[in-house]
């Protein structure tokens, strides 16, 4: 991603990377080793991202957005916005109601954060994504502070009957996204 971004030009087209991770804490740019409670045997990698610590594991969809938000004419916070409110979207399809939170960036089912949030700029352009946690083993959140949050309960699509893979989930979130940020899902790169 870093790579990629420090190499775009300004006709780069934007992508959308869609991966499941295995499992693995990842620490933000201003993280807090004491929001790592008991790792285990899970890595403890520190990236440059926003944010604090979480969780990505298996039958979770990560997906990073290298977007040139110049070109978009989008500010971080509208991205944001913007971001969430795709995911807001996708769930309510599923008969979820679900919110953001202004002071934590995320997406919330009753409280619970069901997708993370973590961005970084450089040039002008994103980097990292979104986590949303669909059918995994949430047991790593209770191996640290989530977001640097201690006490925030985590959940996942599965716990409200959504019964998809992340990959039956990416598809349509990615439709979501592109609707949101005004791209044609056609603009997006598949590889």
């Known amino acids: ?8 030009v300004d006709s780069t ?12 804490f990842t620490l933000g740019r201003n993280g807090k080793m004491e929001h790592v409670l008991a790792p285990g045997t899970i890595p403890v990698l520190p990236i440059d991202r926003g944010g604090q610590v ?29 971001i969430e409110q795709s995911v807001i979207d996708l769930l309510a399809n ?3 109601t679900a919110a953001g939170n202004r002071d934590a960036p995320g997406v919330y089912v009753d409280g619970r ?7 970084r700029v450089a040039k002008g352009c994103t980097y990292h994504g979104l986590s ?3 059918d995994m083993d949430l047991e790593p959140f209770q191996r ?23 990959l039956a989930l990416a598809g349509e979130l990615c439709e979501h996204l592109a609707a949101r940020l005004q791209y044609s899902v056609l603009d997006w790169r598949q590889d």
Not at 57 to 82: F, N, S, T
């Open 1 to 8: 991603m870093q790579a990629f971004t420090q190499s775009r």
């Open 13 to 24: 087209p934007d992508e959308l990377w869609l991966v499941e991770h295995s499992p693995v």
């Open 54 to 82: 979480t969780y990505h594991g298996p039958g979770q969809l990560v997906v990073y957005l290298l977007l040139d938000i110049r070109r978009k004419a989008l500010g971080v916070r509208e991205l944001v916005m913007q």
């Open 94 to 96: 599923y008969g979820v």
């Open 113 to 119: 954060k069901i997708a993370a949030l973590g961005l």
């Open 132 to 134: 949303l946690n669909v």
């Open 144 to 166: 640290i502070n989530p977001c640097g949050y201690a006490g925030l309960r985590i959940t996942q699509c599965k716990d409200f009957g959504i019964r998809q893979t992340p």
